[in-house]
């Protein structure tokens, strides 16, 4: 009984530790001094986590905090807003779109709302206006009234490949490379702290999904673009804060071992129908295996065939 009594009380311990480290369902996770991962589930949009199902970063100053990535939702930046209160009295002066996924810019107009300012790469703005109502749609589907209140919101500030911002002794140094995930994802290089943050670029703890820009060719380009600057923390798109060598091995080994696998397939004159056969066991630990393995095969099929 004695025994029964304690366990309990130390699952309560547990639990209690646990929820104070959680805004909702996502996970707040200390990166580097005044740098946080704001970590969604790696599950699929719900009306519970309101499409914040990715990982937001926030590096707070003496003269406000700066967002990477807005949440994907309205009330999804609200929630966003509610973990950043817990951290900080500091208000959000500047939002970074890292990419053209929903999670990465559809929060744009609450934090608009709240004063920030909102930057985004060019590429990923053009993205941004062509998929809006694609996005919005299927948001519908997967939130249902937890998209009420969430209109499609736009950059105040865009750039073609580099954009610099200094605020409070800091400087994000912003730079888009090519298409990754999406057409215009870019990453953000914070060297005061050693800290990356990379958007949908880099997936870990999850299986990553091809994505619309259908270009891993240049998805591998630009990981290397963005390793070259040998960050001793990365913050990515998807998943817990990292090391690169993490990173590289859930993200960039995964699509260099999908092109090489794929590329022997076409070589030996297999079809798309095939394509999901190839071993792809190294990664079966990954979250979302299951669901994505087969896709990303035939995704990268086809992308592979026209090269
Ligand atoms: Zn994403």
């Known amino acids: 009984m004695r025994r029964i009594v304690l366990g309990l009380g130390a699952g309560l311990g547990l639990g209690l530790a646990v929820s104070a480290a959680h805004a909702g369902p996502l996970d707040v996770q200390p990166v580097v001094p005044d740098v946080w991962a704001i970590v969604g589930p790696t599950e699929q949009r719900s009306p519970e986590n309101l499409a914040n199902n990715a990982t937001f970063g926030l590096v707070v100053t003496d003269e406000g905090a700066v967002l990477i990535d807005p949440g994907g939702s309205s009330q999804g930046a609200a929630m966003l ?48 206006h062509a998929r809006a109502s694609l996005q919005m749609s299927a948001l519908a589907t997967f939130l249902g009234d937890g998209l009420e209140g969430t209109a499609p919101a736009y950059a105040d500030i865009t750039f073609e490949s580099d954009h610099r911002l200094d605020i409070g002794g800091l400087s994000f140094e912003i730079m888009h490379r090519g298409p990754a995930h999406t057409p215009g994802d870019a990453f953000v290089w914070l060297d005061e702290r050693d800290v990356m943050f990379t958007g949908d670029i880099v997936y870990v703890d999850r299986l990553l999904g091809n994505g619309p820009a259908g270009n891993t060719r240049s998805w591998i380009e630009v990981f290397d673009a963005m390793a070259a600057f040998e960050p001793a923390h990365v913050v990515p798109g998807h998943g817990h804060a990292t090391d690169l060598a993490t990173a590289r091995r859930d993200t960039y080994d995964y699509l260099v071992h999908l092109r090489r696998e794929i590329g022997a397939l076409i070589e030996a004159g297999g079809s798309i129908i095939e394509a999901p056969q190839i071993d792809q066991s190294a990664w079966d630990h990954l979250s979302q295996f299951d669901s994505l393995a087969g896709r990303n095969a035939q995704a990268t099929f086809e992308e592979m065939e026209w090269d």
């Open 81 to 128: 807003h509610e973990a950043i209160r817990a951290i900080t009295d500091q208000p959000v002066v500047y939002v970074i779109n890292t990419g053209g996924q929903d999670h990465r810019w559809l929060g744009n107009g609450y934090w608009q709302a709240e004063g920030a300012t909102v930057i985004a790469s060019a590429a990923a703005d053009a993205d941004h």
